[in-house]
């Protein structure tokens, strides 16, 4: 079992930037990829960007590419979203997953939600404008 606590979320105008950080506990020895999902009020829950477990790839959505940086810290066993030029339609609850690559091939599986196997409970973000 691995667990994930989301943090780093708040209320900020539009144009600055926040960084979530998830932190993993538990089963942290295996090489799980991390990956970032939001969801709006009344909409379905999104991909946002995925990356490896060595961080040797990253993968975006058309909606982060440019604008948010996925990284990790093993070590820390954390996974991170930098998120700059923050818009009112960034504004979610940010879940962060992993999700075991011996499963998985090709991006379609990365952006699936259905593909990750541990979940946290979401951090909010607001974007006033």
């Known amino acids: 079992q691995v667990q994930l606590v989301e943090s780093g979320g708040g209320l900020v105008q539009a144009g600055a930037s926040l960084r979530l950080s998830c932190a993993a506990s538990?089963?942290?020895?295996?090489?799980?990829?991390g990956g970032w999902f939001r969801q709006a009020p009344g909409k379905d829950r999104e991909f946002v960007a995925a990356?490896?477990?060595?961080?040797?790839?990253?993968y975006y959505s058309d909606s982060a590419k440019g604008r948010f940086t996925i990284s990790r810290d093993n070590a820390k066993n954390t996974v991170y979203l930098q998120m700059n030029s923050l818009k009112p339609e960034d504004t979610a609850v940010y879940y962060c997953?992993?999700?075991?690559?011996?499963?998985?091939?090709?991006?379609?599986?990365?952006?699936?939600?259905?593909?990750?196997?541990?979940w946290g409970q979401g951090t909010q973000v607001t974007v006033s404008s």
């Open positions: 990356i490896s477990w060595s961080g040797s790839w990253a």
């Open positions: 538990g089963r942290t020895s295996s090489s799980y990829a």
């Open positions: 997953a992993a999700l075991d690559p011996y499963y998985c091939s090709g991006y379609g599986c990365y952006e699936a939600a259905l593909s990750y196997n541990y």
